[in-house]
Protein backbone atom coordinates (compact mmCIF):
# COMPACT_ATOMS: atom_id res chain seq x y z
CA UNK A 1 0.00 0.00 0.00
CA UNK A 2 1.19 3.44 -0.92
CA UNK A 3 0.60 6.72 -0.64
CA UNK A 4 1.93 10.42 -2.05
CA UNK A 5 0.93 13.46 -1.21
CA UNK A 6 1.84 16.84 -3.02
CA UNK A 7 2.09 19.98 -1.07
CA UNK A 8 2.63 23.64 -2.24
CA UNK A 9 5.21 26.05 -1.31
CA UNK A 10 4.01 29.50 -0.37
CA UNK A 11 5.30 33.30 -0.70
CA UNK A 12 3.84 35.55 2.09
CA UNK A 13 3.08 38.81 0.44
CA UNK A 14 2.09 41.22 3.54
CA UNK A 15 1.66 40.78 7.19
CA UNK A 16 4.70 38.05 8.08
CA UNK A 17 5.84 38.57 12.09
CA UNK A 18 2.12 39.12 12.76
CA UNK A 19 1.58 35.40 12.49
CA UNK A 20 3.54 34.82 15.85
CA UNK A 21 1.44 33.89 19.27
CA UNK A 22 3.96 36.54 20.50
CA UNK A 23 1.93 39.27 18.40
CA UNK A 24 -1.84 38.19 17.61
CA UNK A 25 -2.40 37.73 21.37
CA UNK A 26 -2.18 40.88 22.35
CA UNK A 27 -2.84 43.14 18.67
CA UNK A 28 -4.92 42.03 15.59
CA UNK A 29 -2.59 39.59 13.14
CA UNK A 30 -3.25 39.21 9.46
CA UNK A 31 -1.18 37.83 6.74
CA UNK A 32 -2.33 37.99 2.71
CA UNK A 33 0.27 35.31 0.55
CA UNK A 34 -0.06 32.57 -1.96
CA UNK A 35 0.60 29.10 -2.37
CA UNK A 36 2.64 28.28 -5.65
CA UNK A 37 3.10 25.44 -7.95
CA UNK A 38 6.51 24.03 -6.49
CA UNK A 39 5.55 21.30 -4.45
CA UNK A 40 7.15 18.80 -1.80
CA UNK A 41 6.14 15.59 -2.46
CA UNK A 42 6.36 12.80 0.25
CA UNK A 43 5.55 9.00 -0.64
CA UNK A 44 4.51 6.68 2.24
CA UNK A 45 4.90 2.64 1.64
CA UNK A 46 3.78 -0.06 3.84
CA UNK A 47 6.96 -2.30 4.15
CA UNK A 48 7.24 -6.00 3.66
CA UNK A 49 8.11 -8.37 5.69
CA UNK A 50 11.26 -8.90 4.05
CA UNK A 51 13.41 -5.87 5.19
CA UNK A 52 15.72 -6.08 8.47
CA UNK A 53 14.31 -2.20 9.46
CA UNK A 54 11.24 -1.33 10.44
CA UNK A 55 11.19 2.46 9.22
CA UNK A 56 13.36 3.58 6.05
CA UNK A 57 13.45 8.03 6.14
CA UNK A 58 14.73 9.23 3.27
CA UNK A 59 15.22 13.09 2.52
CA UNK A 60 18.16 14.80 2.07
CA UNK A 61 19.94 11.80 4.36
CA UNK A 62 18.72 8.72 4.80
CA UNK A 63 17.50 6.33 7.98
CA UNK A 64 17.50 2.94 8.55
CA UNK A 65 15.43 2.48 11.52
CA UNK A 66 14.33 -0.60 13.90
CA UNK A 67 12.48 1.70 16.33
CA UNK A 68 10.24 4.45 16.52
CA UNK A 69 13.07 6.40 18.56
CA UNK A 70 15.51 5.91 17.13
CA UNK A 71 13.60 7.89 13.72
CA UNK A 72 16.53 11.39 13.64
CA UNK A 73 13.92 13.41 11.36
CA UNK A 74 11.76 14.98 14.48
CA UNK A 75 8.39 15.75 12.54
CA UNK A 76 8.47 11.75 10.83
CA UNK A 77 9.02 10.61 14.40
CA UNK A 78 6.24 12.91 16.15
CA UNK A 79 3.78 12.57 14.11
CA UNK A 80 3.75 8.61 13.77
CA UNK A 81 4.35 8.46 17.37
CA UNK A 82 1.10 11.15 17.93
CA UNK A 83 -0.91 8.98 15.62
CA UNK A 84 0.51 5.69 17.26
CA UNK A 85 0.98 4.48 13.85
CA UNK A 86 2.31 0.78 14.09
CA UNK A 87 2.87 0.52 10.12
CA UNK A 88 6.34 -0.57 8.97
CA UNK A 89 6.91 2.36 6.97
CA UNK A 90 9.13 3.75 3.88
CA UNK A 91 8.70 7.58 3.75
CA UNK A 92 10.56 9.29 1.25
CA UNK A 93 10.79 12.89 0.35
CA UNK A 94 11.51 15.15 -2.82
CA UNK A 95 10.73 18.90 -3.52
CA UNK A 96 10.56 21.14 -6.80
CA UNK A 97 12.82 23.22 -5.64
CA UNK A 98 15.79 23.90 -2.53
CA UNK A 99 13.91 23.16 1.36
CA UNK A 100 16.89 24.43 3.43
CA UNK A 101 16.65 27.85 4.32
CA UNK A 102 14.38 28.75 1.01
CA UNK A 103 12.03 31.27 3.05
CA UNK A 104 9.44 29.06 1.21
CA UNK A 105 7.65 27.97 4.33
CA UNK A 106 9.00 24.40 3.19
CA UNK A 107 9.17 22.90 6.27
CA UNK A 108 5.38 23.59 7.05
CA UNK A 109 4.85 22.25 3.56
CA UNK A 110 6.66 18.95 4.95
CA UNK A 111 4.36 18.57 7.92
CA UNK A 112 1.42 19.29 6.56
CA UNK A 113 2.14 16.87 3.81
CA UNK A 114 3.28 14.19 5.98
CA UNK A 115 -0.13 14.46 8.07
CA UNK A 116 -2.10 14.21 4.93
CA UNK A 117 -0.46 10.74 4.09
CA UNK A 118 -0.58 9.47 7.46
CA UNK A 119 -4.12 10.27 7.63
CA UNK A 120 -4.57 8.96 4.51
CA UNK A 121 -2.89 5.62 6.21
CA UNK A 122 -5.53 5.71 8.70
CA UNK A 123 -8.48 6.40 6.39
CA UNK A 124 -9.39 9.72 7.44
CA UNK A 125 -9.96 12.66 5.49
CA UNK A 126 -9.33 15.71 7.21
CA UNK A 127 -10.71 19.09 6.41
CA UNK A 128 -8.35 21.92 5.66
CA UNK A 129 -8.23 23.77 8.39
CA UNK A 130 -8.08 20.79 10.52
CA UNK A 131 -5.04 19.46 8.85
CA UNK A 132 -3.35 23.40 9.51
CA UNK A 133 -4.22 23.21 12.78
CA UNK A 134 -2.57 19.68 13.57
CA UNK A 135 0.36 20.95 11.61
CA UNK A 136 0.66 24.06 13.57
CA UNK A 137 0.04 22.00 16.95
CA UNK A 138 2.44 19.44 16.01
CA UNK A 139 5.35 22.13 15.21
CA UNK A 140 4.14 24.53 18.24
CA UNK A 141 2.99 22.18 21.30
CA UNK A 142 5.10 18.99 20.59
CA UNK A 143 8.23 20.41 18.60
CA UNK A 144 8.39 23.94 20.86
CA UNK A 145 9.80 25.14 17.49
CA UNK A 146 9.69 29.18 16.73
CA UNK A 147 7.09 29.17 13.74
CA UNK A 148 4.33 31.45 13.37
CA UNK A 149 0.82 29.96 12.06
CA UNK A 150 0.80 30.73 8.37
CA UNK A 151 2.90 28.37 6.82
CA UNK A 152 0.53 25.34 7.60
CA UNK A 153 -2.51 27.50 6.17
CA UNK A 154 -1.15 27.81 3.15
CA UNK A 155 0.11 24.55 2.50
CA UNK A 156 -3.25 23.28 3.75
CA UNK A 157 -5.71 25.35 1.95
CA UNK A 158 -3.70 26.14 -1.29
CA UNK A 159 -4.87 29.52 -3.69
CA UNK A 160 -4.63 33.45 -2.62
CA UNK A 161 -5.89 33.74 0.94
CA UNK A 162 -6.19 36.06 3.56
CA UNK A 163 -5.69 34.71 7.24
CA UNK A 164 -6.84 36.71 10.33
CA UNK A 165 -5.41 36.00 13.94
CA UNK A 166 -6.69 36.77 17.69
CA UNK A 167 -6.10 35.06 20.78
CA UNK A 168 -9.36 32.98 20.09
CA UNK A 169 -9.36 32.30 16.24
CA UNK A 170 -7.79 31.91 13.07
CA UNK A 171 -10.63 33.25 10.15
CA UNK A 172 -9.75 32.75 6.27
CA UNK A 173 -10.60 34.91 3.65
CA UNK A 174 -10.25 33.90 0.27
CA UNK A 175 -9.00 37.01 -1.89
CA UNK A 176 -11.83 37.49 -4.42
CA UNK A 177 -9.75 39.18 -7.22
CA UNK A 178 -10.63 38.93 -10.69
CA UNK A 179 -9.66 36.54 -13.33
CA UNK A 180 -7.61 39.15 -15.45
CA UNK A 181 -5.86 40.08 -12.17
CA UNK A 182 -4.82 36.74 -11.03
CA UNK A 183 -3.61 36.22 -14.88
CA UNK A 184 -1.22 39.44 -14.97
CA UNK A 185 0.04 38.43 -11.39
CA UNK A 186 1.16 34.89 -12.48
CA UNK A 187 2.73 36.41 -15.59
CA UNK A 188 5.21 38.60 -13.28
CA UNK A 189 5.73 36.44 -10.42
CA UNK A 190 9.51 35.59 -10.24
CA UNK A 191 11.18 33.70 -7.20
CA UNK A 192 15.63 34.79 -7.40
CA UNK A 193 17.36 32.77 -5.48
CA UNK A 194 20.25 34.64 -3.51
CA UNK A 195 22.94 31.72 -3.62
CA UNK A 196 22.17 31.27 0.41
CA UNK A 197 20.69 28.54 2.02
CA UNK A 198 20.94 28.28 5.32
CA UNK A 199 18.30 28.09 8.16
CA UNK A 200 17.10 31.31 9.87
CA UNK A 201 17.05 30.30 13.41
CA UNK A 202 18.85 33.15 14.53
CA UNK A 203 16.57 35.75 12.24
CA UNK A 204 13.51 34.17 13.66
CA UNK A 205 14.93 33.73 17.18
CA UNK A 206 15.84 37.56 17.32
CA UNK A 207 12.26 38.73 15.99
CA UNK A 208 10.29 36.64 18.24
CA UNK A 209 12.43 37.71 21.06
CA UNK A 210 12.01 41.28 20.02
CA UNK A 211 8.21 40.90 19.32
CA UNK A 212 7.86 39.45 23.13
CA UNK A 213 9.60 42.37 24.26
CA UNK A 214 7.34 44.63 21.75
CA UNK A 215 10.69 46.76 20.62
CA UNK A 216 8.90 46.19 16.94
CA UNK A 217 5.48 47.02 17.25
CA UNK A 218 5.74 49.51 15.66
CA UNK A 219 6.87 48.01 12.14
CA UNK A 220 4.78 44.63 12.64
CA UNK A 221 1.95 46.79 12.95
CA UNK A 222 3.09 48.90 9.77
CA UNK A 223 3.37 45.54 7.96
CA UNK A 224 -0.11 44.51 9.52
CA UNK A 225 -2.12 48.08 7.49
CA UNK A 226 -0.14 46.69 4.44
CA UNK A 227 -2.59 43.57 4.35
CA UNK A 228 -5.67 45.15 3.88
CA UNK A 229 -4.04 47.82 1.27
CA UNK A 230 -3.14 44.56 -0.70
CA UNK A 231 -5.81 42.83 -0.50
CA UNK A 232 -7.74 45.90 -1.57
CA UNK A 233 -5.97 46.31 -4.53
CA UNK A 234 -6.31 42.52 -5.60
CA UNK A 235 -10.01 42.58 -5.07
CA UNK A 236 -10.60 46.46 -7.17
CA UNK A 237 -7.66 46.75 -9.35
CA UNK A 238 -7.03 49.68 -11.04
CA UNK A 239 -5.21 51.00 -14.11
CA UNK A 240 -1.48 50.76 -12.46
CA UNK A 241 -2.12 48.02 -9.73
CA UNK A 242 0.71 45.62 -10.25
CA UNK A 243 2.92 49.07 -10.29
CA UNK A 244 1.42 49.64 -7.09
CA UNK A 245 1.54 46.17 -5.72
CA UNK A 246 5.22 45.86 -6.05
CA UNK A 247 5.88 49.15 -4.79
CA UNK A 248 4.27 48.21 -1.58
CA UNK A 249 6.34 44.90 -1.68
CA UNK A 250 9.72 47.05 -1.92
CA UNK A 251 8.42 49.16 1.05
CA UNK A 252 7.71 45.86 3.34
CA UNK A 253 11.02 44.86 2.40
CA UNK A 254 12.29 47.99 3.81
CA UNK A 255 10.22 47.50 6.65
CA UNK A 256 11.28 44.04 7.53
CA UNK A 257 14.81 44.66 6.99
CA UNK A 258 15.26 46.73 9.98
CA UNK A 259 13.25 43.79 11.88
CA UNK A 260 16.70 42.49 13.55
CA UNK A 261 20.46 42.32 12.04
CA UNK A 262 20.16 39.01 10.84
CA UNK A 263 17.35 39.51 8.04
CA UNK A 264 19.97 41.35 5.49
CA UNK A 265 23.42 41.14 4.69
CA UNK A 266 25.74 43.16 1.42
CA UNK A 267 25.09 40.39 -0.47
CA UNK A 268 21.81 39.86 -0.57
CA UNK A 269 21.43 44.18 -0.60
CA UNK A 270 23.18 43.67 -3.93
CA UNK A 271 20.84 40.78 -5.21
CA UNK A 272 17.86 42.98 -4.38
CA UNK A 273 19.73 46.46 -6.22
CA UNK A 274 20.03 44.01 -9.74
CA UNK A 275 16.49 42.91 -9.27
CA UNK A 276 15.16 46.90 -8.93
CA UNK A 277 17.87 47.39 -11.79
CA UNK A 278 16.59 45.26 -14.47
CA UNK A 279 13.27 46.51 -14.52
CA UNK A 280 11.04 45.06 -11.50
CA UNK A 281 8.19 46.29 -9.83
CA UNK A 282 9.08 45.62 -6.58
CA UNK A 283 10.92 42.44 -4.59
CA UNK A 284 11.04 40.79 -0.64
CA UNK A 285 13.07 38.39 0.44
CA UNK A 286 10.75 35.57 1.20
CA UNK A 287 10.42 34.21 5.04
CA UNK A 288 12.58 35.57 8.30
CA UNK A 289 15.84 36.08 6.46
CA UNK A 290 19.25 35.94 5.98
CA UNK A 291 19.26 33.98 2.29
CA UNK A 292 16.73 32.04 0.21
CA UNK A 293 14.64 33.52 -2.63
CA UNK A 294 13.51 37.18 -3.27
CA UNK A 295 9.97 37.27 -4.71
CA UNK A 296 9.81 39.67 -7.64
CA UNK A 297 7.40 41.20 -9.88
CA UNK A 298 8.40 41.60 -13.62
CA UNK A 299 7.64 41.96 -16.77
CA UNK A 300 8.02 38.75 -18.60
CA UNK A 301 10.19 40.32 -21.39
CA UNK A 302 12.90 41.56 -18.71
CA UNK A 303 13.60 38.41 -17.18
CA UNK A 304 15.99 37.77 -19.35
CA UNK A 305 17.89 40.63 -18.12
CA UNK A 306 17.11 40.03 -14.43
CA UNK A 307 19.10 36.40 -15.33
CA UNK A 308 22.10 38.49 -17.13
CA UNK A 309 22.60 40.55 -14.39
CA UNK A 310 22.53 37.88 -11.45
CA UNK A 311 24.51 34.82 -13.87
CA UNK A 312 25.16 32.66 -9.86
CA UNK A 313 21.33 33.19 -8.76
CA UNK A 314 18.46 31.05 -9.94
CA UNK A 315 15.47 32.96 -11.38
CA UNK A 316 11.92 30.80 -11.31
CA UNK A 317 9.06 31.46 -12.92
CA UNK A 318 6.33 30.83 -10.27
CA UNK A 319 2.12 30.48 -10.19
CA UNK A 320 -0.76 30.15 -7.95
CA UNK A 321 -1.33 26.80 -6.78
CA UNK A 322 -5.15 26.35 -6.19
CA UNK A 323 -5.27 23.26 -4.84
CA UNK A 324 -3.64 23.50 -1.37
CA UNK A 325 -2.04 19.62 -0.05
CA UNK A 326 -3.14 16.69 -1.73
CA UNK A 327 -3.06 13.15 -2.34
CA UNK A 328 -1.46 12.85 -5.72
CA UNK A 329 -1.38 9.31 -5.92
CA UNK A 330 -2.59 5.76 -3.94
CA UNK A 331 -2.03 2.00 -4.79
CA UNK A 332 -4.25 0.39 -2.02
CA UNK A 333 -2.68 -3.21 -3.12
Same mark, same amino acid.
Given at each position: ?? =? ?5 L???L ?11 ? @? ?32 ? $? ?5 ? %????? !? ?9 H??? *????D??? %? ?11 ? $? ?8 R ?21 ? !?????? !???? %? ?14 D?? @? ?20 ? &? ?24 ? @? ?8 Y?? %? ?7 E????? =? ?9 ? $? =? ?5 ? $???V ?14 S ?21 P ?15 ? @?I ?6 ? &??AH??? *?
Amino acid at each position: ML =WMTKTPLRVSLFGGGTDYPEYFH @RYPGAVVGLSIDKYIYITALKLTAFQAYNYRVSY $SRLEHCG %VLEEI !EHPVVREVLRHFEV *TDRLDISV %VSDLPSTGSGLGS $SSAFTVGFLRAVYALRGVRPTKIDLAKKAIAI !ERDVLQ !ENVG %VQDQLHAAFGGINRFDFD @RSAIRISPVQAPSQTMELLNAT &MVLVHTGIARRATRAVAAQVQATAER @RIDRELGELYRL %VGLCVDLLETGGTD =WIRDLGAMLSE $S =WLIKRTL $SDHVTSAHLDQVYSAIMASGAYGAKLCGAGGGGFFLALIDPDRVATLSSRLPGCAVV @RIRTDVDGS &MIAHQSL *T
